[in-house]
């Protein structure tokens, strides 16, 4: 919700990261795999919330863009553990 609402998705964690407790991803547009056709760039995303010293859960929330909706997940997870 934020890259479509405000945009500065990273400078936003690091201002307020102290009152997020809950992260999810999602592509945009179309909330779709998080991947190259999409405008967020997850890696440097996933490195500000480490940063800040968050241990919680990042909550994959996307709509599938292949029949399988699981086929993506594995390399999101790998994407939210800095590989």
Same mark, same amino acid.
Request: glycine letters at 10%; aromatic letters at 10%; a negative charge.
């Given at each position: 919700?934020? =890259?479509?609402?405000?945009?500065?998705?990273?400078?936003?964690?690091?201002?307020?990261?102290?009152?997020?407790?809950? #992260?999810?991803?999602?592509?945009v547009p179309g909330?779709?795999? &998080?991947?190259?056709?999409?405008?967020?760039?997850? *890696?440097?995303?996933?490195?500000?919330?480490?940063?800040?010293? &968050?241990? %919680? &859960?990042?909550?994959?929330? #996307?709509? *599938?863009?292949?029949?399988?909706?699981?086929? &993506?997940?594995?390399?999101?997870i790998g994407m939210?553990? %800095? =590989?």
């Amino acid at each position: 919700h934020m =890259q479509i609402m405000e945009g500065d998705v990273i400078r936003t964690i690091q201002t307020y990261h102290q009152h997020i407790s809950h #992260y999810h991803t999602a592509g945009v547009p179309g909330r779709h795999e &998080f991947n190259a056709s999409q405008e967020l760039n997850y *890696p440097p995303i996933i490195r500000a919330i480490t940063e800040t010293g &968050f241990d %919680g &859960f990042i909550g994959q929330e #996307y709509v *599938p863009s292949t029949d399988d909706p699981f086929e &993506f997940l594995p390399t999101a997870i790998g994407m939210c553990r %800095g =590989q």
